[in-house]
């Protein structure tokens, strides 16, 4: 009997909502509530209590170099600006490394792209294949040679192409174009990464107005000042 008990389903007991005349708090805390709300209250207690202990255990000749870098203002700790962290030199090296990692993808990019374009080219140039007509004697063969000119013997194109083969090849196309697309981001992301490098070289240089540029464009344009070289 106990064990057809436990087959059937348990009751549900429901917990009550908030009374109608509390309902101006809100809803009724559950247990389950309860120890969330523990928890994080304990967590924040033992925290405190750590930095306490270690405040109140400090060497007072206790020192860190990074106590010269930074300040306090108010009681809270200012560390010092890294907005100047590098130097100008060190700033170049980093952007040329940048630039000869975009320069990597986009060659690796390119032979990607020939080499798709060749696979797919070799796919629409195969030569189609031609109709044989068999005969079973010479006067048959005669009479398909003239019903049949060599300008009128129909060439079978395959039209009907398995699925799966045309499924693949729209993808290659798709691809392709997608390759494709990569590639001119690349190179313009390369080409923007250049000029910045080129403007942060010494040298006097200023950006051309559009009545000064020859052929339009929405690039900015920019004119260094001759030097003499030695």
């Not at 309902?23 to 389950?32: P, S, T, V």
């Not at 980093?94 to 796919?123: P, W």
């Amino acid at each position: 009997m106990s064990s057809l008990r436990n087959a059937l389903p348990s009751r549900a007991h429901k917990e009550r909502s908030q009374p109608s005349a509390r309902k101006k708090f809100g809803l009724l805390e559950k247990h389950k509530d309860y120890v969330q709300r523990a928890k994080a209250f304990h967590k924040k207690e033992d925290t405190l209590r750590k930095l306490r202990e270690k405040a109140a255990n400090r060497n007072e000749d206790e020192f860190y170099f990074k106590m010269v870098r930074t300040k306090t203002v108010d009681g809270v700790h200012r560390p010092e600006s890294e907005a100047n962290k590098y130097t100008q030199e060190e700033l170049m090296l980093m952007k040329t490394q940048d630039m000869g990692y975009i320069l990597q993808k986009v060659q690796s990019e390119r032979k990607k792209i020939e080499r798709l374009t060749a696979s797919l080219h070799s796919i629409d140039n195969q030569p189609a294949n031609k109709h044989v007509f068999f005969a079973e004697d010479r006067e048959e063969a005669k009479e398909l040679q003239s019903r049949y000119s060599k300008s009128e013997i129909p060439l079978t194109i395959d039209i009907n192409i398995p699925a799966h083969i045309k499924r693949k090849t729209d993808q290659s196309y798709k691809e392709l174009e997608a390759r494709k697309d990569r590639l001119r981001q690349l190179e313009k992301i390369y080409m923007d990464m250049a000029m910045k490098k080129e403007l942060q070289k010494n040298g006097r240089k200023r950006k051309l107005t559009e009545d000064e540029i020859v052929c339009p464009t929405s690039e900015p344009v920019y004119k260094w000042r001759a030097e003499r070289k030695r």
